[in-house]
């Protein structure tokens, strides 16, 4: 079976290869996806589907949201620029400096485009994110900037759209066949791919092969030997489908491991998640406004300053910690004061509540004597500075506390107090493949192998450490368009 261009994965990166790898010229293209129909899309399909993108003038995000203006008065004069320098400063403060400076370049400067290129040429639709990224403050809703732009009916629309759109393009989509090796002429050009389908093995060649099979975070093995413990025990918040098997077939044939292996995306969820994201509940069970209240484990003690920076800057790096608490357990507990501002999410699980913080705590399965000294010994030091303003870094912060609160440090002090048990759940890893500007794979000879390209979760080098909001979708955006050109023209 013979195709210029084979796309294993059947997420975002994939459809943005497949797709532009079309658009380039490619006649025959093929999109081979692991995954059963009722089970397609990858961890794209579960996610907010929130894309961070750049902008000089807020009127660039009207051709996304008309009706902006309409539907959140204000909205022009509130929204502030994005350019380059602020998703770079954004993008080297949570990696601590390490991601990789060349592909985040071509990440950021590609950003706006590729959005335009989604809506153009992928046909998909675009709404504000109110619910997650909107914060209202008085009579008007505060937008942060840069990610508050997601694709409508989020991630099970963003991967409804691509499959429609790639079908309509006469792209030839196959389930239920899973990649399990490359193929390669004595020349190392890699000539196809081995899979395995509902028929058994069979042999796909190709001129041209882009891998978008995502990392390797449904791999409890993969993920305590590169993670450690205790990653092996995580849940997992989207596709149980992503085994690395892209990162393992190319690292066979001599890929280069780039970026930090050992480095994830997680964040709090609900603590009696399933295993595995559920398809219909998609990114329902994320508890993302901790920032409003504080955390405590089992011990009950904080231990993170819950105010550090704005949950979308901190939420990525606060599941990992918050799994490596005792028991993996720890409660999120708010005030009546805060609760409007919590997520909607919230509301699909009951939180326990007390009209006082001694019966609020005596419900949690943690230490209750110790519980109530840390929030006896929090609301002493509370409240300085402000006045508080939830949309931004307001500075109201504790004083004389370890670990300190640097924003949003209200006493708990109105009734009625709530708490959520939470959990950390893995999103993706960072651990990837190097690859050049065009998404090509590198060898560990440090030369691009021919006819072999990458993007989404298997590019290494982006995160370290941590991650900001909305960047996952849109560097598959980017680089999947990029590699499928590559790979149409190659
Ligand atoms: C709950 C949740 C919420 C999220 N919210 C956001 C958000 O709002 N904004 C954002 O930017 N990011 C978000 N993310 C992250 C984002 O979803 C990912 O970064 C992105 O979807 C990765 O795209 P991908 O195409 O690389 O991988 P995926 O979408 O995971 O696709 C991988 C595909 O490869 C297939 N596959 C695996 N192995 C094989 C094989 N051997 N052969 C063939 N196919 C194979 C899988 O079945 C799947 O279809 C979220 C993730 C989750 C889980």
Redesign the pocket.
């Known amino acids: 079976m013979d195709y210029d261009v084979i796309v294993?994965?059947?997420?975002?990166?994939?459809f943005a290869a497949a797709v532009s790898a079309k658009e380039n010229g490619a006649k025959r293209v093929l999109v081979?996806?692991?995954?059963p129909r009722e089970k397609?899309?990858?961890?794209?399909?579960?996610?907010?589907?929130?894309?961070?993108f750049i902008y000089d003038d807020v009127s660039q995000l009207d051709r996304f949201v008309p009706n902006a203006e309409r539907d959140y008065p204000g909205f022009h004069k509130g929204v502030q620029p994005y350019p380059v320098a602020g998703f770079r400063e954004d993008l080297m403060r949570v990696t601590q400096g390490r991601t990789d400076p060349e592909l985040s370049t071509v990440l950021i400067e590609n950003s706006y485009d590729t959005m335009c290129w989604l809506q153009d040429v992928g046909k998909h639709q675009f709404e504000l994110a109110i619910s997650v990224m909107g914060v209202r403050v008085g009579g008007e809703v505060k937008w942060p900037r840069g990610a508050m732009i997601?694709t409508v009916h989020e991630?099970v629309g963003l991967s409804k759209t691509w499959f429609e759109t790639a079908e309509k393009m006469g792209i030839e989509i196959r389930y239920e066949?899973?990649?399990?090796r490359l193929t390669q002429a004595e020349s190392g050009r890699v000539t196809g791919i081995v899979?395995r389908g509902p028929d058994g093995f069979a042999t796909f060649n190709a001129k041209a092969v882009v891998l978008?099979?995502?990392g390797f975070e449904t791999n409890p093995e993969w993920r305590l030997r590169y993670l450690g413990a205790p990653w092996d025990h995580a849940k997992v918040?989207?596709?149980n489908?992503?085994?690395g098997?892209?990162l393992k077939m190319s690292l066979d044939i001599g890929a280069m491991p780039w970026g930090h292996w050992s480095g994830c995306?997680a964040t709090p969820i609900v603590a009696t998640a399933a295993d595995y994201?559920v398809q219909n509940l998609?990114?329902k069970t994320?508890r993302l406004s901790y920032h409003y209240g504080v955390m405590l484990n089992v011990e009950g003690k904080r231990w993170v300053d819950e105010g550090a920076d704005l949950n979308s800057f901190t939420y990525a790096k606060y599941g990992g910690m918050i799994l490596k608490q005792p028991r993996s357990l720890v409660y999120q507990i708010f005030d009546s004061k805060v609760v409007d501002l919590l997520e909607p999410r919230y509301s699909t699980t009951e939180p326990f509540k007390s009209d006082t913080l001694e019966g609020l705590v005596k419900q949690l399965d943690l230490d209750h004597e110790q519980a109530m000294k840390t929030l006896e010994a929090y609301n002493r030091a509370a409240n300085h500075g402000g006045p508080f303003n939830p949309a931004v870094l307001d500075g109201v912060h504790t004083e004389g506390l370890e670990p300190k609160k640097t924003n949003w440090a209200l006493k708990l002090d109105k009734p009625p107090f709530l708490s959520w048990p939470v959990t950390g759940g893995i999103?993706?890893t960072f651990g990837g493949l190097k690859v050049t500007q065009d998404a090509q794979v590198v060898a560990t000879d440090w030369k691009p192998i021919p006819g072999l390209y990458t993007?989404?979760?298997?590019v290494g080098g982006l995160f370290h450490y941590n991650y900001p909001?909305?960047?996952?979708?849109?560097?598959?955006a980017v680089f999947g368009r990029i590699a499928g050109r590559a790979a149409a023209r190659s």
């Open positions: 294993v994965g059947g997420g975002n990166a994939a081979l996806e692991k995954a397609r899309g990858g961890n794209t399909h579960f996610s907010g589907a929130v894309f961070r997601r991630g066949t899973g990649a399990v899979a978008a099979s995502g918040r989207g596709s489908f992503n085994y098997d892209g995306h994201g998609t990114d994320n999103t993706f993007c989404g979760e298997m909001l909305g960047t996952g979708l849109m560097s598959g």
